[in-house]
Protein backbone atom coordinates (compact mmCIF):
# COMPACT_ATOMS: atom_id res chain seq x y z
CA UNK A 1 0.00 0.00 0.00
CA UNK A 2 1.09 3.64 -1.07
CA UNK A 3 0.19 6.99 -0.21
CA UNK A 4 1.64 9.77 -1.39
CA UNK A 5 0.40 13.12 0.19
CA UNK A 6 1.02 16.01 -2.66
CA UNK A 7 0.46 20.07 -2.07
CA UNK A 8 -0.05 22.19 -5.71
CA UNK A 9 3.44 23.32 -6.73
CA UNK A 10 5.19 21.03 -4.34
CA UNK A 11 8.77 19.28 -5.91
CA UNK A 12 7.06 16.06 -6.87
CA UNK A 13 4.05 18.29 -8.97
CA UNK A 14 7.32 20.75 -10.20
CA UNK A 15 8.96 17.89 -11.51
CA UNK A 16 5.86 16.30 -13.12
CA UNK A 17 4.99 19.53 -14.76
CA UNK A 18 8.65 20.02 -16.11
CA UNK A 19 8.86 16.76 -17.88
CA UNK A 20 5.18 16.85 -19.30
CA UNK A 21 6.48 17.60 -22.74
CA UNK A 22 9.59 15.03 -22.68
CA UNK A 23 8.24 12.06 -21.85
CA UNK A 24 4.74 10.54 -20.80
CA UNK A 25 5.47 8.43 -18.31
CA UNK A 26 7.88 8.59 -14.62
CA UNK A 27 8.97 5.44 -13.45
CA UNK A 28 8.44 5.60 -9.53
CA UNK A 29 9.64 3.28 -7.14
CA UNK A 30 8.64 3.33 -3.61
CA UNK A 31 10.11 1.39 -0.32
CA UNK A 32 9.60 2.13 3.48
CA UNK A 33 12.67 4.62 3.03
CA UNK A 34 11.26 6.58 0.67
CA UNK A 35 10.42 7.89 -2.58
CA UNK A 36 12.38 7.74 -6.10
CA UNK A 37 11.17 9.13 -9.29
CA UNK A 38 12.74 8.37 -12.57
CA UNK A 39 11.78 9.74 -16.28
CA UNK A 40 13.22 9.85 -19.29
CA UNK A 41 12.48 11.91 -22.26
CA UNK A 42 11.37 10.15 -25.61
CA UNK A 43 14.12 10.86 -27.67
CA UNK A 44 16.44 9.78 -24.73
CA UNK A 45 18.41 12.41 -24.34
CA UNK A 46 17.89 13.58 -21.20
CA UNK A 47 16.88 12.29 -17.33
CA UNK A 48 15.46 13.30 -14.75
CA UNK A 49 15.61 11.90 -11.32
CA UNK A 50 14.20 12.64 -8.24
CA UNK A 51 15.08 11.37 -4.71
CA UNK A 52 12.55 12.24 -1.91
CA UNK A 53 13.21 10.57 1.96
CA UNK A 54 10.17 9.12 3.58
CA UNK A 55 11.37 11.70 6.71
CA UNK A 56 10.78 14.82 4.47
CA UNK A 57 7.70 13.37 2.72
CA UNK A 58 4.79 14.68 6.11
CA UNK A 59 2.43 11.62 5.38
CA UNK A 60 4.16 9.24 3.37
CA UNK A 61 2.98 5.69 3.76
CA UNK A 62 4.67 3.00 1.97
CA UNK A 63 4.84 -0.62 3.53
CA UNK A 64 6.18 -2.41 0.37
CA UNK A 65 8.44 -2.03 -2.45
CA UNK A 66 6.34 -0.98 -5.35
CA UNK A 67 7.52 -0.28 -8.52
CA UNK A 68 5.22 1.90 -10.91
CA UNK A 69 4.66 3.67 -14.40
CA UNK A 70 2.99 6.91 -13.63
CA UNK A 71 1.21 8.67 -16.95
CA UNK A 72 2.65 12.05 -16.20
CA UNK A 73 0.23 13.83 -18.16
CA UNK A 74 -3.21 12.46 -16.53
CA UNK A 75 -1.07 12.84 -13.27
CA UNK A 76 -0.53 16.83 -14.46
CA UNK A 77 -4.26 17.38 -16.15
CA UNK A 78 -5.86 16.18 -12.38
CA UNK A 79 -3.93 18.06 -10.22
CA UNK A 80 -3.96 21.61 -12.51
CA UNK A 81 -8.16 21.10 -11.57
CA UNK A 82 -7.12 21.13 -7.98
CA UNK A 83 -7.66 23.84 -5.69
CA UNK A 84 -4.91 25.16 -3.90
CA UNK A 85 -6.16 24.43 -0.87
CA UNK A 86 -7.12 21.05 -1.67
CA UNK A 87 -5.41 18.12 0.02
CA UNK A 88 -3.79 15.42 -2.32
CA UNK A 89 -3.32 11.98 -1.87
CA UNK A 90 -2.01 9.72 -4.55
CA UNK A 91 -2.81 6.10 -3.79
CA UNK A 92 -2.24 2.73 -4.71
CA UNK A 93 -3.82 -0.11 -3.15
CA UNK A 94 -3.64 -3.56 -3.25
CA UNK A 95 -7.28 -4.18 -3.69
CA UNK A 96 -7.37 -2.26 -6.51
CA UNK A 97 -3.46 -2.61 -8.23
CA UNK A 98 -2.80 -1.78 -11.34
CA UNK A 99 -4.61 1.95 -11.42
CA UNK A 100 -3.84 4.95 -9.05
CA UNK A 101 -6.01 7.16 -7.07
CA UNK A 102 -5.30 10.60 -7.11
CA UNK A 103 -7.94 11.74 -3.66
CA UNK A 104 -8.56 15.81 -3.42
CA UNK A 105 -10.05 17.03 -0.32
CA UNK A 106 -11.39 19.98 -0.04
CA UNK A 107 -10.98 22.72 3.68
CA UNK A 108 -14.96 21.70 3.58
CA UNK A 109 -14.34 17.84 3.07
CA UNK A 110 -15.69 17.84 -0.36
CA UNK A 111 -13.63 15.28 -2.12
CA UNK A 112 -12.83 14.26 -5.67
CA UNK A 113 -10.95 11.42 -6.71
CA UNK A 114 -9.53 10.16 -10.50
CA UNK A 115 -8.60 6.71 -11.35
CA UNK A 116 -5.90 5.96 -14.01
CA UNK A 117 -4.31 3.27 -15.08
CA UNK A 118 -0.98 2.51 -14.63
CA UNK A 119 1.73 2.37 -17.59
CA UNK A 120 4.26 -0.80 -17.89
CA UNK A 121 7.37 0.69 -16.41
CA UNK A 122 9.21 -2.32 -17.66
CA UNK A 123 9.49 -1.49 -21.19
CA UNK A 124 11.64 2.01 -20.24
CA UNK A 125 13.42 0.78 -17.29
CA UNK A 126 17.19 1.75 -17.10
CA UNK A 127 19.65 2.41 -14.26
CA UNK A 128 21.13 5.55 -13.34
CA UNK A 129 25.47 4.86 -11.73
CA UNK A 130 25.74 5.12 -7.90
CA UNK A 131 27.18 8.70 -6.78
CA UNK A 132 30.48 7.12 -6.16
CA UNK A 133 30.89 6.03 -9.74
CA UNK A 134 29.18 9.20 -11.03
CA UNK A 135 31.43 11.47 -9.05
CA UNK A 136 34.59 9.59 -10.26
CA UNK A 137 33.35 10.67 -14.01
CA UNK A 138 33.38 14.30 -13.31
CA UNK A 139 36.20 16.53 -14.06
CA UNK A 140 34.36 19.64 -12.75
CA UNK A 141 31.26 21.07 -10.25
CA UNK A 142 29.92 24.57 -9.93
CA UNK A 143 28.10 25.92 -7.36
CA UNK A 144 25.70 28.79 -9.01
CA UNK A 145 22.46 30.37 -7.56
CA UNK A 146 19.17 28.39 -8.77
CA UNK A 147 17.65 31.62 -9.99
CA UNK A 148 21.02 33.04 -11.81
CA UNK A 149 21.36 29.49 -13.72
CA UNK A 150 17.29 29.90 -14.73
CA UNK A 151 18.26 33.37 -16.18
CA UNK A 152 21.07 31.92 -18.34
CA UNK A 153 19.38 28.34 -19.20
CA UNK A 154 16.52 30.93 -20.56
CA UNK A 155 18.51 33.30 -22.44
CA UNK A 156 20.69 30.30 -23.75
CA UNK A 157 17.33 28.47 -25.03
CA UNK A 158 15.86 31.65 -26.50
CA UNK A 159 19.14 32.59 -28.17
CA UNK A 160 19.52 28.73 -30.09
CA UNK A 161 17.36 25.83 -29.28
CA UNK A 162 20.08 23.39 -30.81
CA UNK A 163 23.67 24.47 -29.81
CA UNK A 164 25.07 25.52 -26.06
CA UNK A 165 28.38 24.89 -25.31
CA UNK A 166 29.67 25.26 -20.93
CA UNK A 167 33.18 25.46 -20.28
CA UNK A 168 34.71 25.68 -16.91
CA UNK A 169 38.37 26.36 -15.73
CA UNK A 170 39.56 26.86 -12.65
CA UNK A 171 39.43 30.31 -13.26
CA UNK A 172 35.79 30.71 -14.87
CA UNK A 173 32.68 29.20 -15.99
CA UNK A 174 31.07 30.45 -19.61
CA UNK A 175 28.42 29.76 -21.47
CA UNK A 176 27.59 29.89 -25.30
CA UNK A 177 24.62 29.76 -27.58
CA UNK A 178 24.54 29.73 -31.50
CA UNK A 179 21.76 31.14 -32.55
CA UNK A 180 20.56 31.54 -36.57
CA UNK A 181 21.15 35.49 -36.40
CA UNK A 182 23.72 35.43 -33.63
CA UNK A 183 25.38 34.48 -30.83
CA UNK A 184 24.92 34.56 -26.76
CA UNK A 185 28.43 34.58 -24.61
CA UNK A 186 28.12 34.57 -20.82
CA UNK A 187 31.14 34.64 -18.52
CA UNK A 188 31.32 34.23 -14.66
CA UNK A 189 34.60 35.03 -12.81
CA UNK A 190 35.54 33.24 -9.79
CA UNK A 191 35.95 35.41 -6.79
CA UNK A 192 38.32 34.71 -4.26
CA UNK A 193 36.81 36.53 -1.52
CA UNK A 194 33.34 34.82 -1.42
CA UNK A 195 33.11 30.99 -2.81
CA UNK A 196 29.50 30.16 -0.93
CA UNK A 197 27.75 31.70 -3.63
CA UNK A 198 29.83 31.01 -6.16
CA UNK A 199 32.16 27.98 -6.63
CA UNK A 200 34.21 26.31 -9.09
CA UNK A 201 35.72 23.21 -8.65
CA UNK A 202 37.72 21.94 -11.42
CA UNK A 203 40.66 19.22 -11.62
CA UNK A 204 41.22 20.18 -15.38
CA UNK A 205 39.32 22.32 -17.61
CA UNK A 206 36.14 21.13 -19.43
CA UNK A 207 34.03 22.04 -22.12
CA UNK A 208 30.73 20.16 -22.90
CA UNK A 209 28.39 20.58 -25.84
CA UNK A 210 24.83 20.44 -25.60
CA UNK A 211 21.08 21.25 -26.89
CA UNK A 212 20.31 24.06 -24.46
CA UNK A 213 16.71 23.10 -24.63
CA UNK A 214 16.92 20.57 -22.11
CA UNK A 215 19.15 22.35 -19.99
CA UNK A 216 15.84 25.10 -20.34
CA UNK A 217 13.03 22.60 -19.38
CA UNK A 218 14.88 21.66 -16.53
CA UNK A 219 15.99 24.64 -14.95
CA UNK A 220 12.61 26.03 -13.14
CA UNK A 221 12.80 23.04 -11.20
CA UNK A 222 16.10 23.87 -9.49
CA UNK A 223 14.59 27.38 -8.34
CA UNK A 224 12.50 25.18 -6.12
CA UNK A 225 16.49 25.23 -3.90
CA UNK A 226 18.65 28.26 -3.37
CA UNK A 227 21.52 26.85 -5.07
CA UNK A 228 22.51 24.64 -8.06
CA UNK A 229 25.39 22.27 -8.83
CA UNK A 230 26.48 21.60 -12.33
CA UNK A 231 28.88 18.48 -12.61
CA UNK A 232 30.59 18.85 -15.93
CA UNK A 233 32.83 16.15 -17.96
CA UNK A 234 34.29 15.49 -21.03
CA UNK A 235 32.79 12.04 -21.50
CA UNK A 236 29.63 11.83 -19.57
CA UNK A 237 26.33 13.65 -19.43
CA UNK A 238 26.08 16.88 -17.85
CA UNK A 239 24.52 16.87 -14.31
CA UNK A 240 22.62 19.29 -12.63
CA UNK A 241 21.54 18.64 -8.92
CA UNK A 242 19.86 20.42 -6.36
CA UNK A 243 18.79 19.67 -2.77
CA UNK A 244 15.12 19.52 -1.74
CA UNK A 245 14.10 19.65 1.66
CA UNK A 246 16.92 18.37 4.28
CA UNK A 247 17.79 15.08 2.55
CA UNK A 248 15.98 15.20 -1.04
CA UNK A 249 17.29 15.97 -4.06
CA UNK A 250 16.82 16.24 -7.79
CA UNK A 251 19.51 15.47 -10.18
CA UNK A 252 19.15 15.85 -14.38
CA UNK A 253 21.02 14.21 -16.92
CA UNK A 254 21.57 15.81 -20.09
CA UNK A 255 23.17 13.87 -23.17
CA UNK A 256 26.30 15.43 -24.76
CA UNK A 257 26.95 16.67 -28.40
CA UNK A 258 30.55 15.45 -29.31
CA UNK A 259 32.68 15.25 -32.25
CA UNK A 260 31.91 12.58 -35.13
CA UNK B 1 29.05 19.38 -37.18
CA UNK B 2 28.35 17.40 -33.90
CA UNK B 3 27.11 14.32 -33.51
CA UNK B 4 24.17 13.99 -30.85
CA UNK B 5 24.49 11.28 -28.22
CA UNK B 6 21.69 9.47 -26.56
CA UNK B 7 21.42 8.15 -22.80
CA UNK B 8 22.37 4.61 -24.22
CA UNK B 9 25.85 5.37 -24.65
CA UNK B 10 26.13 6.09 -21.22
CA UNK B 11 23.63 4.16 -18.86
CA UNK B 12 21.86 0.81 -19.23
CA UNK B 13 18.45 0.34 -20.66
CA UNK B 14 16.46 -2.87 -20.60
Redesign the interface.
Known sequence: MLELPLVKGDPFHHVMEAILDLSDVAHVVCTTRGLNLLAVDTKHLAIVSLLFPAEDFKGYTCDEYISIGIPIRDLVNAIRCGDDKDTITLKVGEENFGTITLSFVSPEKNTVDYEFRLVDAKLERFRLPDRHFLRSKYQGSVKMPSVEFRRICKCLSNFGDEYGVISVTDEDLTYFAKGTDGDVYVEYKQQEEDTTIFKIDVREPVRLAFNPKYLNTFAKVFTLSGQVKLFLSKTHPLMVECKIGQKGRIRCFVAPKVEP | ?14
Do not use: K, P
Not at chain 2, 1 to 14: D, G, I, K, P
Open positions: VLTQLRMEAFYSFN
